[in-house]
């Protein structure tokens, strides 16, 4: 089981920036970025394979999200520019293992451990 724990969220206004991390207490072969609102179901953002850097994005944050990570500090990124009001949730990091399965980007993935959290508020 690997400890997650993230960081860098708050409160903007709407076309402004965040950055979130996400702290491994160990290796992971993958790293999600996932979102949700009240009253809304789970939303998976962005995936980046540890082997490689390969990425995957919803649509919903294609191309004003980046995510990025650094192996030798177990961290990633989630660069978030030109932030909406829609945008506004509690940001969720998840490594890849065995447990439930998600469709981000047309991609199945599946995330075993999930850190606690990190809320990003957009004002208009």
């Known amino acids: 089981q690997v400890q997650l724990v993230e960081s860098g969220g708050g409160s903007v206004q709407a076309g402004g920036s965040l950055r979130l991390s996400c702290t491994a207490s160990g290796y992971t072969y993958s790293r999600g970025w996932f979102r949700q609102a009240p009253g809304k179901e789970r939303e998976g953002v962005a995936v980046i394979l540890s082997g490689g850097g390969s990425t995957v994005y919803a649509d919903s944050v294609k191309g004003r999200f980046t995510i990025s990570q650094d192996n030798a500090k177990n961290t990633v990124y989630l660069q978030m520019n030109t932030l909406k009001p829609e945008d506004t949730a509690m940001y969720y990091c998840?490594?890849?293992?065995?447990?439930?399965?998600?469709?981000?980007?047309?991609?199945?993935?599946?995330?075993?451990?999930w850190g606690q959290g990190t809320q990003v508020t957009v004002s208009s």
């Open positions: 998840a490594a890849g293992g065995r447990g439930d399965r998600y469709l981000i980007g047309g991609v199945w993935f599946s995330f075993a451990d």
